[in-house]
């Protein structure tokens, strides 16, 4: 072959092997992915940028308030005066004109506090909302991790499917050898034939599993459905999660720390309520021009300017006890308040420790169970060899080969079961990282 030749060949291999490891998606690729494209979190960000902007002492009712009006009036109106003089004035279609223009503004000095109540409850809101942005961060992040450990999950079925089918050709090549030599029976190839079938039967069905996985992986990244990826990966378990740690990390929680934020709120909105039953106090000034102007009748001109400066005091006496009421009710929700967040955090200890109690038991079943799958594979191979020999029949190997493959789903399943308890943990216990 040329040079020339081996030169292209070579350039096209590595093109191949280059876009090949563009489709391999990373854990922390996707986590990224799903973080930027998450609807969820676009709409969380939303409500803190919103809360952000409300959080201001102009919304809470602390900053002045300054307006401007200007009233410009033309009309035409038929004038008949009669003075005590004796003097008369009559006049049609006689025009005059009403101008006034004026800026006015006020300040409330005090109205029991409820200025600085509001403003604390404006920035508690902000908090809450950034509580919550974490709370659906971290639920994006496991819900992502779980589906992308579950495509591993998928993936180790087929190995062990594969590795099976390596057996039963292996196991037919045998008995064709045999066959050839007159040493083996129609029926020994006949169900060794149809137990290769079914495993590549079962081949195509766990590549059908596994693209399922794909897709659904791909929805929660907000990708499209139909695209390419490939995910080389291993699951690998955190063995060193402690009940205790996570039980006092739980106060860490999002949901947990939010409905705190609640309960704040909430005492924030009684305060606000008791201080409508104190009186207001609002400084107020201002610049007014004021002129009317008549083509006839006594007045022809009346003009004055300058400007104003004033103090008003409002004194909440009776409403119809509405005031009263609000507060009580508004102390009622701060009780319902600090309820809700016992229950969750009841809920979430419960949670927790059920999650644990399957972590620390999965886990010990892993210790046996990849014992067993060693086992399975030596057995595996043992019984191929001793069919080789025939010192066992194609029952013997049947058997062999079930006992991998069930092995080998367990093995499978339990890491995965183990890691999703991980996942669940640490989410709980607001540790999910990148």
């Known amino acids: 072959m040329k040079p020339a030749v081996q030169h292209i060949i070579l350039l096209l291999l590595l093109f191949c092997m280059n876009v090949s490891?563009?489709?391999?998606?990373?854990?922390?690729d996707a986590i990224n992915i799903a973080l930027k494209n998450s609807?969820?979190?676009?709409?969380?960000?939303?409500?803190?940028?919103?809360?952000?902007?409300?959080?201001?002492?102009?919304?809470a009712g602390g900053l002045p308030i300054v307006t401007t009006s200007i009233t410009d009036n033309e009309q035409i109106s038929s004038i008949n005066q009669k003075f005590n003089t004796g003097a008369n004035i009559l006049r049609d279609a006689a025009a005059a004109n009403n101008f006034s223009l004026g800026?006015?503004?006020?300040?409330?000095?005090?109205?029991?506090?409820?200025?600085?109540?509001?403003?604390?409850?404006?920035?508690?809101?902000?908090?809450?909302?950034?509580?919550?942005?974490?709370?659906?961060?971290?639920n994006v992040m496991a819900g992502v991790v779980v589906g992308y450990y579950d495509v591993v999950r998928q993936q180790s079925y087929l190995k062990t499917i594969e590795k099976?089918?390596?057996?039963?050709?292996?196991?037919?090549?045998?008995?064709?050898?045999?066959?050839?030599?007159?040493?083996?029976?129609?029926?020994?190839?006949?169900?060794?034939?149809?137990?290769?079938?079914?495993?590549?039967?079962?081949k195509i069905s766990q590549h059908l599993i596994i693209d399922q996985a794909k897709t659904e992986l791909l929805r929660q990244l907000y990708l499209n459905p139909d695209s390419a990826i490939s995910i080389q990966d291993t699951i690998?378990?955190?063995?060193?999660?402690?009940?205790?740690a996570v039980l006092n990390n739980l106060h860490k929680n999002a949901d947990i720390t939010a409905a705190q934020s609640q309960i704040e709120i909430?005492?924030?909105?009684?305060?606000?309520?008791?201080?409508?039953?104190?009186?207001?106090?609002?400084?107020?000034?201002?610049y007014n021009f004021n002129r009317n102007k008549a083509a006839a009748g006594q007045l022809l001109l009346n003009q004055n300017y300058g400007p104003s400066v004033g103090v008003s005091i409002g004194i909440p006496i009776y409403n119809g006890s509405i005031s009263k009421r609000q507060q009580k009710v508004a102390e009622i929700n701060v009780r319902n308040a600090e309820l809700n967040k016992q229950l969750l955090v009841r809920d979430y200890n419960a949670q927790v420790v059920k999650t644990y109690q399957s972590y620390t038991a999965t886990i010990?079943?892993?210790?046996?169970?990849?014992?067993?799958?060693?086992?399975?594979?030596?057995?595996?191979?043992?019984?191929?060899?001793?069919?080789?020999?025939?010192?066992?029949?194609?029952?013997d190997v049947k058997n062999a080969q079930q006992s991998f493959e069930a092995s080998g789903y367990r093995l499978v399943n339990l890491n995965y079961a183990a890691k999703s308890a991980e996942i669940e943990l640490k989410r709980l216990a607001n540790q999910l990282e990148l």
């Open 236 to 244: 690998i378990v955190d063995r060193t999660i402690n009940l205790e």
């Open 364 to 395: 010990k079943q892993l210790v046996t169970e990849q014992k067993n799958y060693t086992l399975s594979n030596q057995l595996l191979e043992l019984a191929l060899q001793r069919f080789k020999f025939k010192q066992a029949t194609i029952v």
């Open 39 to 59: 609807l969820e979190v676009q709409l969380s960000k939303n409500f803190v940028e919103t809360n952000t902007l409300l959080n201001n002492y102009g919304v």
């Open 266 to 286: 909430n005492e924030f909105l009684v305060k606000e309520t008791a201080a409508l039953r104190y009186p207001s106090i609002r400084a107020s000034t201002g």
């Open 103 to 138: 800026v006015t503004g006020n300040i409330l000095l005090y109205n029991g506090n409820r200025v600085v109540t509001t403003k604390s409850r404006l920035a508690t809101l902000v908090n809450q909302s950034e509580q919550l942005l974490n709370s659906q961060i971290q």
């Open 164 to 202: 099976s089918i390596e057996a039963s050709k292996q196991q037919l090549e045998i008995i064709k050898t045999r066959e050839s030599v007159g040493l083996a029976n129609n029926a020994d190839l006949f169900q060794a034939q149809i137990d290769l079938n079914a495993l590549l039967q079962s």
């Open 21 to 28: 490891a563009q489709n391999i998606l990373r854990l922390s």
